[in-house]
């Protein structure tokens, strides 16, 4: 998937602050987020965005209502 994020916001602490400001994003809707610990950052996306990277610290944050789009 390669939709870019709708925003991303900077000094976050954790990947549940991450999750948080992505629930509280309404317009456009934020579906999942991307919590990279490395450099405190998530990215709001309003589309599904996961690459599997294990050398990558970027977390995806997906919610329950969309978790059937990552089941194998």
């Known amino acids: ?3 870019p ?4 916001v900077f000094k976050v602490v954790s ?3 991450c999750a ?4 509280r994003q309404t317009e456009p809707e934020c579906l999942t987020a991307q919590f990279d610990q490395a450099t405190s950052r998530c990215a709001l996306l309003n589309g ?3 690459n599997h990277d ?3 610290g970027t977390i995806t944050i997906v919610f329950k209502f969309a978790a059937h789009f990552f089941a194998n």
């Open 1 to 3: 998937m390669s939709n």
């Open 5 to 8: 994020p709708i925003s991303t």
């Open 15 to 17: 990947n549940t602050v």
């Open 20 to 23: 948080f400001v992505c629930l």
């Open 48 to 50: 599904f965005e996961h």
């Open 54 to 56: 294990p050398s990558n």
